[in-house]
């Protein structure tokens, strides 16, 4: 079991940055790969970007050189550095960590943090 918990969003003007964090416990936080979410209202949850246990990144291109995806593995902490901020990127952000199992996907939610751009 792998509990999730989100933190850092909040309110940014276009062109502000933000910094998310997603703190997990219960499990071997290392050997997941961890991904970040976001579902903007009246839209499906779209992949933002993810990051392997041996740290390879991979990002959507909306978001591609404006925001990054790290991993401290000493504090069980997942970040997502989000700059120059549009109000496009205005959505609830979900962590999520997985990894699949003999075929099986062994995957878990946090809660989901706000972030809302606008002037």
């Known amino acids: 079991q792998v509990q999730l918990v989100e933190s850092g969003g909040g309110l940014v003007q276009p062109g502000g940055s933000l910094r998310l964090s997603c703190a997990a416990s219960?499990?071997?936080?290392?050997?997941?790969?961890m991904d970040w979410y976001r579902q903007a209202p009246g839209k499906q949850r779209e992949l933002v970007a993810a990051i392997t246990s041996g740290g390879s990144t991979n990002y959507v291109d909306s978001v591609k050189d404006r925001f990054t995806i790290s991993r401290d593995n000493a504090k069980n902490t997942v970040y997502l550095q989000m700059n120059s901020l549009k109000p496009e990127d205005t959505a609830v952000y979900y962590c999520?960590?997985?990894?699949?199992?003999?075929?099986?996907?062994?995957?878990?939610w946090g809660q989901g943090t706000q972030v809302t751009v606008s002037s």
């Open positions: 219960g499990s071997i936080f290392s050997i997941y790969r």
């Open positions: 999520h960590a997985g990894r699949s199992v003999g075929g099986t996907l062994d995957d878990y």
